[in-house]
């Protein structure tokens, strides 16, 4: 049909396996719908915002597990490098993408060969590991950048030891393969430790005392993630910091704004999870009989609120990970529990029936359950 050619019996029926595909999409549930305007927005928002502040920004895709169809966006809007801690994230990605990959989660000794194949950069706190490294890229005849990590109190990834940090940068800058890039640190993720501006002087300082013992400057400080970007409004991060991996601002953009009141326009649902309603029943809100464990081994709270309009929806923790974290966009709803495959809500003052839709904003669990869930049809706007 394209082109203005003769239309026949196989135009025909393609047109009716589309017809049928679009009408089927419209009305599979649960979905996940991408909004692809909405995180093109908050990626411009941010790339210019660091960009003024003189740092560069490696854009973390894992928290939607690196579709094909975000990293293809964030490349045609100009990331040049992209952040993974899974290596068969950054596999994918070059093998149709011309782009500079990193990877977050320091290596395991069995994907050596992998890291230096795919990744262009790595970030690292064990020394064999980085000799690994260097043989294969001697084997592979090429070479492999790395970010040395230390701990700044967190206690996930990194050096502890500041003086075995600079004794390993010492011997790293020796290697015939390895190219040491610069040192960072990773805080808000175990030990839910904010970056300040102590703990950011502390790794300028470690990452000076380095220069002066390779007598170079390092190309890289890297100061975290998006938890690192209130400092930046404070104006205290230190201006030696010149390289944040930012993913969840990106492609959320819920807790600069929620959790550290960061007032840049970004938008917050560029990912909505859409689930049917399957029970619409009068309830009452305390359980009843002998109380013991839910679905998954807790002893959960309940409180009684006495009857209430209760609805199931089919969508459950296999899709979502956590009930809480789900913001429904009627605020009349509330979240009250799930299970593996069911979510139950309070729709009190409301005139839901059955097979009705309920849209939900999420945090950034339900993100990187949804996405990798098999059941949850993925939708892409924009
Ligand atoms: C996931 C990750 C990031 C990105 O964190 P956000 O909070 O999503 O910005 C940065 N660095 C490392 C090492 C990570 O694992």
Do not use: W
């Not at 135009?11 to 305007?37: G, H, Q, T």
């Not at 003024?52 to 928290?63: A, L, P, R």
């Not at 605020?331 to 839901?352: E, F, K, M, N, Q």
């Amino acid at each position: 049909m394209v082109g203005g050619k003769r239309t026949g019996l196989g135009d025909f029926i393609l047109l009716i396996i589309v017809y049928n595909k679009v009408k089927m999409e419209v009305s599979m549930y649960p979905r996940l719908e991408i909004d692809k305007n909405k995180i093109k927005n908050n990626l411009n928002v941010l790339t210019t915002f660091l960009n003024k502040e003189g740092i560069k920004m490696t854009s973390v895709i894992k928290g939607c597990a690196s579709m094909n169809q975000v990293a293809e966006l964030y490349v045609a809007c100009g990331s040049d490098s992209l952040g993974s801690s899974r290596m068969s994230h950054l596999k994918r990605i070059k093998s149709f993408l011309d782009i500079e990959t990193m990877l977050l989660r320091i290596p395991m000794l069995s994907e050596i060969e992998d890291v230096v194949k795919y990744a262009d950069i790595s970030l690292n706190s064990e020394f064999q590991t980085i000799q690994a490294l260097n043989q294969a890229c001697k084997e592979q005849k090429t070479s492999h950048d790395i970010i040395l990590m230390m701990d700044l109190g967190d206690l996930r990834e990194g050096y502890f030891d500041v003086d075995e940090m600079i004794e390993v940068a010492k011997e790293v800058e020796r290697m015939n393969h390895i190219n040491l890039k610069g040192i960072g640190a990773n805080l808000s993720c175990y030990g839910s430790i904010r970056p300040t501006c102590d703990n950011m002087t502390q790794l300028v300082e470690v990452a000076e005392m380095i220069e002066s013992e390779l007598n170079r400057k390092l190309d890289i400080i890297s100061g975290g993630a998006t938890s690192t970007i209130p400092l930046i409004f404070e104006g205290c991060l230190p201006s030696r910091i010149n390289h944040l991996r930012i993913g969840e601002s990106v492609l959320l953009g819920r807790e600069l704004g929620e959790f550290y009141e960061c007032d840049l326009p970004l938008e917050t649902d560029s990912f909505v999870i859409k689930a049917e309603l399957v029970e619409l029943k009068e309830k009452p809100s305390y359980p009843i009989g002998e109380m013991l464990y839910d679905a998954f081994g807790n002893k959960p709270e309940y409180i009684d609120y006495g009857i209430q309009k209760r609805g199931i929806l089919a969508i459950g923790k296999q899709d979502i990970g956590s009930h809480e974290k789900l913001i429904p966009k009627d605020d009349r709803i509330l979240v009250v529990g799930s299970s593996s495959d069911h979510l139950i809500v309070a729709l009190d003052d409301t005139d839901y029936i059955l097979g009705d839709v309920i849209e939900f904003e999420l945090y950034y669990q339900p993100m990187l359950f949804a996405v990798l869930s098999s059941d949850v049809y993925k939708v892409f706007k924009g």
